[in-house]
């Protein structure tokens, strides 16, 4: 089994900035991906950041340049520094990790989903 735990999330006024940490820990195996989505009440998840191993990040089209996700492979560790924040970037936000198990196939990991909040 894979645990994520997620850190970072909070309240914070439209402009600012709030960097979320997410650290896996178990068989994590081979690492296939590793990202964010977020969610609103109401609405689907949504693709945030998403880092596949070897390949370059991709994000959301209304990131526009505002967030930028890393990972350190050395520690599990996925990141998203969140800058320029608005109103509507309020929601729950979920990292997520994509393994592969001996066979090849695909297994995917949830956090736990951290709140960030961004009002005056």
């Known amino acids: 089994q894979v645990q994520l735990v997620e850190s970072g999330g909070g309240l914070v006024q439209p402009g600012g900035s709030l960097r979320l940490s997410c650290v896996a820990s178990?068989?994590?195996?081979?690492?296939?991906?590793m990202g964010w989505y977020r969610q609103t009440p109401g609405k689907q998840r949504e693709l945030v950041a998403a880092?596949?191993?070897?390949?370059?990040?991709h994000y959301g089209d209304f990131v526009k340049g505002r967030f930028t996700g890393s990972r350190d492979n050395a520690k599990k560790a996925v990141y998203l520094q969140m800058n320029s924040l608005k109103p509507e970037d309020t929601a729950v936000y979920y990292c997520?990790?994509?393994?592969?198990?001996?066979?090849?196939?695909?297994?995917?990991?949830w956090g736990q989903g951290t709140q960030v909040t961004v009002s005056s």
């Open positions: 997520y990790i994509v393994v592969l198990d001996t066979s090849l196939s695909e297994h995917t990991y």
């Open positions: 178990g068989s994590t195996g081979s690492i296939y991906s």
């Open positions: 880092m596949p191993s070897g390949n370059s990040p």
